[in-house]
């Protein structure tokens, strides 16, 4: 079946540092991929999507590229902020309005200031 | 505003016993998502919805039911909760992958 594979376990930075989690995905067909951000104490969040090979997509300085060809979708930021910290999840769905979403396991940020 | 509720928000249940647990969701959306949140495992699709009337089952359906009343409601049923069962849960509503999730509800049988 699908699946997606991340970064796995915990990540920990100091502000200001660069940022990189890796997300690779197996799909059967051409997938949407996603990335959602939960902070402490909240549910998950869209924290933005891509559709179609070489699309970026981006918000609140993260942002990931769409790569066919390697099947990834890494979340990258130039410099992270304590108000980051937070467990990032990478999805795919296979498409339709009503599309299930696969999730990795998510990884767990957590910045030091 | 929120626009996914999920009802209680904290649940101490007995082993063998039923709890009911709800999502009210005004985005109106068709489609409704049910998942457990575990440590190690991320987020697991339970049970979803189409829309009023119809239930799906997700990955790991076993010792679950859902029902889904109305557009606005949908309810996970457990009918004779056991320990393996505690977890935080979270419903979510959402179209073509955009998923809205609710705060959670934190259930603990004991």
Redesign the interface.
């Known amino acids: 079946g699908d699946s997606v594979t991340q970064t796995e376990g915990q990540v920990a930075l100091s502000e200001e540092d660069f940022l990189t989690i890796h997300c690779n995905y197996s799909a059967s067909g051409y997938p949407t991929l996603f990335w959602y951000v939960q902070y402490p104490g909240e549910g998950p969040q869209l924290l933005f999507r891509a559709s179609r090979d070489k699309e970026k997509g981006s918000s609140r300085g993260f942002e990931a590229t769409y790569d066919k060809g390697t099947t990834s979708f890494h979340l990258r930021k130039a410099s992270v902020q304590e108000s980051d910290s937070a467990v990032y999840y990478c999805a795919l769905t296979l498409g339709g309005s009503n599309a299930k979403l696969t999730f990795g396991k998510g990884t767990k940020l957590s910045v030091k200031s | 505003e929120a626009a996914?509720t999920q009802s209680p928000r904290n649940k101490v249940a007995v082993t063998g016993g039923k709890v009911t647990l709800s999502c009210n969701q005004t985005n109106n959306h068709?489609?409704m998502?049910w998942y457990r949140q575990d440590t190690?495992?991320?987020?697991r699709?339970i049970h979803?919805s189409?829309g009023a009337g119809s239930t799906e089952k997700?990955d790991i359906p076993d010792g679950y039911k859902a029902s889904r009343p109305s557009q606005e409601n949908f309810s996970l049923i457990l009918e004779l909760a056991t320990p393996s069962q505690t977890s935080v849960y979270?419903c979510?509503s959402g179209?073509?992958?955009?998923?809205?999730?609710?705060?959670?509800t934190r259930l603990t049988v004991l």
């Open positions: 996914v068709n489609n998502y190690g495992h991320g987020l699709l979803y189409y997700g979270f979510a179209e073509w992958g955009e998923q809205y999730f609710g705060p959670g």
